[in-house]
């Protein structure tokens, strides 16, 4: 079975509101982005939490103090999952554990680990003499010992960082999904994905608003959505 995360990551909150609201039951939660966050604050999340589930995802990277307060303000508004860089070191990562625990709402903690968009001569440039691929699990294993219950990786990687952390730790990973000519959509994936099974404690993202209309689909579009969900066939992108 496979469960859908649809990001919302354009700066539309009426769009984003729109297409949450045609979607609320056929997917399992919403992402709300840096951008959507930023255009309209806590609002865009009591708006999409009206919905469902979001995950709330800003990537917080700053001193303990300042990311346990962020955190524990995040984890108030009950979201579900939020993330941090996990390069913001052990002190960090714990830190957003325990200000979002702190709330009481139950929300989990996802530690970012490299960026798809980086590769090993952007990791150079920043003087760390790793390829991506063991700057992963190193960051993976960090972040974990500091209490992080989600890691973001790339697909080519969940393998390598299941193995490393163990099966309690939830994986999120992006992925592309043509749905519709002009539609590209994010989630959760507990099926297969590339001949290799990956099991339900993994979710793969698919963006929506990061799409060619910005008016929310039609009804039609939304069951095709939720009828099609396990029959994704994954691939890789930036995030």
């Known amino acids: 079975m496979a469960g859908l995360i649809v990001a919302l990551d354009d700066d539309d909150l009426v769009a984003a509101e729109g297409l949450a609201r045609c979607l609320g039951g056929a997917?399992?939660?919403?992402?709300v982005g840096l951008t959507l966050f930023a255009a309209h604050g806590p609002e865009a999340l009591f708006?999409?939490?009206?919905?469902?589930?979001?995950f709330c995802d800003l990537k917080?990277?700053?001193i303990p103090t300042q990311v346990r307060g962020a955190a524990k303000s995040l984890a108030s508004k009950g979201v579900w999952l939020t993330t941090v860089h996990a390069s913001g070191g052990r002190a960090m990562v714990a830190a957003a554990v325990e200000g979002a625990g702190a709330a009481g709402s139950g929300t989990l903690v996802a530690a970012v680990t490299v960026l798809t968009s980086l590769d090993a001569a952007d990791l150079g440039s920043l003087g760390l003499a790793a390829d991506p691929a063991?700057?992963?699990?190193?960051?993976?294993?960090l972040a974990v010992g500091a209490g992080a219950q989600a890691l973001v990786c790339s697909p080519q990687e969940v393998a390598a960082v299941r193995a490393e952390v163990g099966p309690g730790v939830l994986l999120e990973f992006l992925i592309l999904q043509e749905v519709k000519p002009h539609?590209?959509?994010h989630g959760l994936l507990m099926d297969r994905f590339g001949g290799n099974q990956i099991d339900g404690r993994s979710s793969l993202?698919?963006?929506s608003?990061?799409?060619?209309q910005r008016a929310p689909p039609d009804e039609a579009t939304c069951k095709g959505w939720s009828s099609n969900r396990v029959m994704a066939r994954p691939g890789s992108s930036e995030t």
């Open 47 to 54: 708006e999409i939490g009206q919905h469902g589930r979001v």
């Open 60 to 62: 917080l990277h700053d």
């Open 205 to 207: 993202e698919y963006d």
């Open 183 to 185: 539609n590209v959509v």
């Open 134 to 141: 063991g700057q992963v699990l190193r960051l993976a294993s």
């Open 27 to 31: 997917v399992d939660a919403f992402k």
């Open 209 to 212: 608003l990061r799409a060619h």
